[in-house]
């Protein structure tokens, strides 16, 4: 049997999407192996990146599958890969075993739309399932508080890298 610490980080990508009032866009998750209480269901859009694809039009392409937002202007990104672990119990049920955890490039994008343009409930014109079945606008600096406690020091390092984008 192969050991957790021996297993690959699924490569993604993180994304902090800022309103114009500097808060940052939080789903509540429906449901996962990795869903531990209400209080910590909360997170920024993320997905998996397709073999071939370029990190920020994964970024793109998995805003839209979560959100269906499109109206977006780049900020910035994370210069780094960040990574976290899945809790034991949780990487033998999370992609099949398959990885570890994730390693994860990070954007901060301003949402430039109209609040209609997020549909949560159906994304991508319905043609993906929902992963959140709520969102917010919330500060940045609360992001970490709100999701699960193995993805917090991530979360705590893109505070700190995206924090500039947060008071514009």
């Known amino acids: 049997m192969t050991r957790l610490e ?3 980080y699924r490569p993604c990508v993180g994304l902090a ?6 808060q940052v866009f939080l789903g509540q998750r429906l ?3 990795e869903h531990v209480d209400a209080t910590h269901s909360w997170q920024m859009p993320q997905g998996g990146i397709d073999k071939g694809e370029e990190p920020y039009e994964a970024a ?6 979560e959100t269906s937002i499109r109206s977006v202007v780049k900020l910035g990104e994370v210069e780094d890969w960040l990574s976290y672990d899945l809790p034991g119990r949780v990487a033998g049920e ?3 075993g398959k990885y570890r955890g994730q390693t994860q490039k990070w954007f901060a994008l301003r949402f430039t739309g109209d609040e209609g343009e997020i549909d949560i409930l159906k994304p991508g014109g319905g043609a993906h399932k929902a992963e959140f079945c709520n969102w917010r606008w919330d500060a940045l600096d609360r992001a970490a508080e709100l999701v699960i406690p193995f993805k917090r020091q991530v979360y705590e390092r893109v505070a700190r890298e995206f924090r500039r984008f947060a008071h514009d």
């Not at 999407?17 to 500097?22: E, K, L, Q, W, Y």
């Not at 793109?60 to 599958?65: A, D, G, K, S």
């Open 31 to 33: 449901s996962g192996p």
């Open 17 to 22: 999407i800022f309103n114009r009032a500097g």
């Open 6 to 8: 021996d297993l690959p």
């Open 94 to 96: 999370a992609w099949k």
């Open 60 to 65: 793109l392409r998995e805003l839209y599958e």
